[in-house]
């Protein structure tokens, strides 16, 4: 299974765009990257999943390179209550075996 | 309303009382988790579940036992609780391997 790096924590100020680089270079074929959030006391919330290339919904984007070694999070124009922390996480898609990181905790400031 | 329930949300027990933390989704999903996430070591897997009557260990499954009798319900046994479960757990559950993942709210758990 791939396991994944991702920086501890990241300061930010509110209206900036914010992202977040997950290192995963034993990432299989088969393999997908997903982006959950998570507040605290609550369980993770899931935000995007792709494969390759750009991936995009109503609240970020997902940009992964041609070897799939990396990926990043990108959240336009963060808010105070962004505040969480974000983990990246690979996948096998044949099976429900999981690693999560141990996340990145993203602070946001006025 | 779709969502994955855990009971209770909060306990405390003693060593070697055993224990079950119930796990019950709504959303027909096949594929059900197991996780305990503790300070500094973000989320670990313990037991997943594929199908009724199909589970498999992840990541810290000892001292750990699960069923899948029915597919809503996927219940975490401790048989004989320790302080190092001192933890919050979760369950949560997906319709397949691509699919989100949804949560449930969180169980507590303090072991004296």
């Known amino acids: 299974l791939a396991k994944t790096t991702q920086p501890i924590s990241m300061d930010s100020y509110e209206g900036q765009e914010v992202n977040i680089t997950c290192s995963h270079n034993n990432i299989a074929t088969n393999d997908y990257i997903t982006w959950y959030q998570q507040f605290p006391s ?24 041609a ?12 808010s105070l209550s962004d505040t969480a922390v974000y983990y990246c996480l690979v996948g096998d898609i044949r099976d429900d075996k999981i690693i999560f990181g141990k996340g990145t905790r993203l602070h946001i400031l006025p | ?18 224990l079950t933390v119930t796990c019950s989704q709504n959303m027909n999903h096949e594929y059900m988790s197991w996780y305990r996430q503790d300070p500094g070591l973000g989320l670990r897997q313990i037991y997943y ?3 009724v009557e199909v589970t498999d260990k992840g990541d810290v499954p ?10 809503r319900n996927f219940p975490l046994i401790l048989e004989s609780p320790s302080p190092n479960q001192t933890s919050l757990y979760f369950c949560a559950s997906r319709l397949n391997p691509t699919d989100t993942q949804y949560f449930g709210p969180g169980t507590r758990l303090t072991v004296l």
Do not use: C, H
């Open chain 2, 1 to 18: 309303e779709a969502q994955v329930t855990q009971n209770p949300r909060y306990l405390i027990t003693v060593t070697g009382k055993k």
């Open chain 1, 42 to 65: 609550q369980g993770p919330r899931f935000i995007i999943q792709g494969y390759k290339t750009k991936v995009t919904n109503e609240v970020a984007s997902l940009f992964i390179p």
């Open chain 2, 62 to 71: 000892e001292g750990y036992k699960v069923s899948r009798k029915e597919k």
């Open chain 2, 49 to 51: 579940s594929m199908n």
């Open chain 1, 67 to 78: 070897d799939r070694k990396s990926s990043t999070l990108s959240l336009p124009r963060v």
